[in-house]
């Protein structure tokens, strides 16, 4: 892993237009509108990765109300970057942070597992619901 990565906690500068690339890389957020990331960078406890230029090469964000529960989502390392150790950074900065470090993490993955695993997180199959968008 490089050391020149750097990990900036809601980041005030980060570059919408960089970060709504890097989402469109997934699964998940692939025709997520720029309006939408920026409105839920503001409402979330965010983790960016740059590289030693400066480059956003992974992102990960943490719904919560502080109090209670965090939600931990769009983790994502940018696939050339992939390898190197940066998603474990990016969960150990994010459910390591001292606003949410003692409240219940929930996630939903359909992978990395692993990584997940190592920070404390567990399936608990049974548990979970979901209501999709209204059109």
Partial sequence: MSTDLRIVKNDANFDARALTALLHTTWWANDRPQTTVEKS???????????????????????????????????????????KGIGTRLIEALTGDEEISRLKGLLVTNNAHALYRKFGFYSRESAFMQKDRTP
């Avoid at 965010?46 to 590289?51: I, P, S, V």
């Avoid at 992974?58 to 970057?81: K, L």
């Fill in 41 to 83: 960078v503001s409402n979330s406890l965010c983790c960016f990765a740059y590289d030693s230029t400066g480059q956003l090469i992974g992102f990960a964000r943490a719904i919560t109300d502080y109090a209670t529960n965090y939600y931990v989502c769009d983790v994502i390392v940018d696939e050339a970057h992939r390898g």
